[in-house]
């Protein structure tokens, strides 16, 4: 088994190499698609919902890999060259004040207009009601995901490390949200 596990690890770096863009896209999509599935089960959905995992996981593929792909490559060009705590303060910090929101907004338009098929003005009203506070948790915790992200992975490493956080980050949501319902069904 073990054999099996690194030979399909040097396959992945094989094509890591090769074809970086499409290795990470491909990666992105897989892991937002098993934490689909997995929160899907956690919220109690006894039929897996098929539509919704393969929009999730389109999104992965399309967006989230490429942004991915190219905000570390950006990050490597803007600080190139620099190194040490103060350098990567400064990339956590620019990140956190232009990817993380513009992220966050992105992904609540694209869940509420594609993957729910709401009209535009009630995805707009749940921004507008939810934002502030999800940006507010995202600043909490990927600031520290950002910093292990620049401080120890190597660039060809960063979006398949942010990837794997972010697919346990949404089954964490997840069970919060469950657990908030469930409190609430109690209650009343």
Not at 25 to 33: K, P, R, W
Not at 87 to 101: C, G, M, N, Y
Not at 161 to 184: E, G
Request: charged letters at 15%; hydrophobic letters at 50%.
């Amino acid at each position: 088994m073990s054999e099996l596990v690194a030979e399909s690890w040097r396959r992945y770096l094989r094509q890591l190499k090769l074809h970086p863009l499409r290795t990470k896209a491909i990666t992105s999509g897989v892991l937002a698609g098993c934490s689909d599935a997995v929160a899907q089960k956690i919220s109690g959905i006894k039929k897996l919902q098929l539509r919704r995992l393969l929009l999730i996981m389109l999104y992965g593929f399309a967006y989230a890999g490429p942004f991915g792909h190219f905000l570390h490559k950006l990050m490597d060009h803007i600080f190139k060259g620099k190194k040490g705590n103060s350098t990567i303060a400064k990339k956590v910090l620019l990140e956190q004040l232009t990817a993380s929101p513009w992220n966050n907004i992105f992904f609540m338009i694209y869940y509420g207009l594609v993957v729910e098929g709401r009209p535009w003005f009630l995805v707009r009203n749940k921004i507008t009601n939810d934002y502030p506070t999800i940006q507010l948790t995202a600043w909490r915790f990927w600031p520290i995901v950002s910093w292990i992200n620049y401080q120890y992975m190597p660039l060809q490493f960063r979006v398949l490390f942010h990837s794997f956080v972010a697919s346990c980050w949404a089954v964490f949501l997840n069970l919060k949200a469950r657990s908030a319902a469930t409190i609430a069904i109690k209650a009343n």
